[in-house]
């Protein structure tokens, strides 16, 4: 933490909602009069999103390629959107961070965990994320959910061992620091997932506010 401000981060597979779930903290944080920005990886800020694009459309990325462009982009966003905001004091909402890289790039691509946190010391260092929603969903549920949406990027075009991959080492990471974590469980219909993660920030508000 920086200031009083609070950066959180949402997490997830394919498909597990973190864009439904986004407008569901965006009201709890009007709630609690909280200043905050939303943001989003990869990209964030307009370098970022650069490399979002080849990132997502390239025909063809090599597993370390992948890993050190997201920690690139990482890199742009943390400097030019997240510190600044945490030291205005105003909080930070980020779909998607870190932990991103820790499942898709160290578990998907099977580049390991110690090789992204080496990254990981490097890059965030001590910009870490006072509360992470994980939005935790088996693969087969997400990627049915995002079917019907017409093109595919690169990475949700990978097989379902990838996905099987990732999901382990969201859940893995999360176990290394339960208190950080509030795991919805995102295979619920719509109204449940909105009231475990209202449910989950009336738990942690003392702790954050
Ligand atoms: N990546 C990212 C890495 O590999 N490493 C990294 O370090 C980082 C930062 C980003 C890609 O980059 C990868 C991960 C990703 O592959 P993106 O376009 O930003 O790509 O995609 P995602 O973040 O995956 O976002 P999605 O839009 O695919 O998924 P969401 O936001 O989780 O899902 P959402 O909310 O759009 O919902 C999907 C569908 O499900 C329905 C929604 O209506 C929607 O149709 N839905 C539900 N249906 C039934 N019940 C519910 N409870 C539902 N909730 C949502």
Request: hydrophobic share 40%; aromatic share 8%.
């Amino acid at each position: 933490m920086i200031n009083n401000a609070r950066f959180i981060t949402l997490e997830g597979s394919e498909g597990a909602g973190k864009t439904t779930a986004l407008k569901t903290i965006k009201k709890i944080l009007n709630i609690w009069g909280v200043d905050y920005i939303c943001t989003r990886e990869p990209g964030g800020e307009p370098n970022a999103e650069k490399i979002r694009e080849i990132l997502l459309h390239s025909e063809h990325l090599h597993a370390k390629t992948e890993l050190l462009l997201m920690f690139a982009a990482r890199n742009e966003h943390i400097e030019n959107v997240i510190k600044p905001a945490l030291n205005k004091g105003v909080w930070v909402v980020s779909d998607r961070f870190v932990d991103a890289s820790y499942a898709y790039q160290g578990g998907g691509r099977e580049l390991g965990y110690e090789v992204v946190k080496w990254m990981d010391d490097f890059i965030v260092g001590e910009v870490q994320a006072d509360l992470t929603v994980l939005m935790d969903i088996e693969p087969e549920i997400g990627l049915q959910r995002i079917k019907s949406r017409g093109q595919a990027d690169r990475i949700e075009l990978e097989g379902i061992d990838f996905f099987h991959r990732l999901t382990k080492s969201y859940r893995d990471k999360a176990k290394l620091e339960p208190s950080k974590y509030a795991i919805i469980d995102a295979s619920k219909s719509f109204k449940a997932v909105k009231l475990a993660i209202v449910s989950a920030f009336e738990s942690k508000k003392q702790e954050l506010m």
